[in-house]
């Protein structure tokens, strides 16, 4: 299964819609805490609606009981990141991938990139920051699930 990993979120808004997302594609979501908010479904099911019931959501107290769990499952880490080496189209997903997505205010630190098993990007047109992380989340994890690295939506 595909999984999308959301490092210490800081926009309740974006985690839920990313796990609606999530839901609907039948990802599995990982997130990294701490987060900038509260992580309970109050303060989630305004944009995730009554979508959280289909998603499985296992929560990681730190960037370090996150990889000590990826490494005993030997998933591996593909961090999308503005500062990618490899545009997202241009990458093999396999099954058991898990993508990240870093925090909305400042990404991710250099420990996590050093971590990853591959940086992607979303290309974008230049003098433009990025993209809203919910939206790279999309595009990332469609083209994934596109190349085969998880079941498509009306299998599962």
Known sequence: ??????????????????????ACLGLAVEIVEPAGFDVTDRHLRRSGLDYLDHVAITRHRSF???EA?????????????TAGARPYTDFAFRPGDCLMVGRESAGVPD????????????PIRPGLRSLNVAVAAAMIAGEALRQGAGPPAAAI
């Open 1 to 22: 299964m595909l999984r999308l990993a959301l490092y210490q979120p800081d926009i309740p808004q974006n985690t839920g819609t990313m796990l609606r997302m999530a």
């Open 64 to 66: 370090a009981a996150f």
């Open 69 to 81: 769990w990826r490494s005993e499952a030997g998933l591996r880490l593909v961090l999308a990141t």
């Open 111 to 122: 420990a996590v990139h050093a971590a990853a098993d591959a940086r992607v990007v979303v």
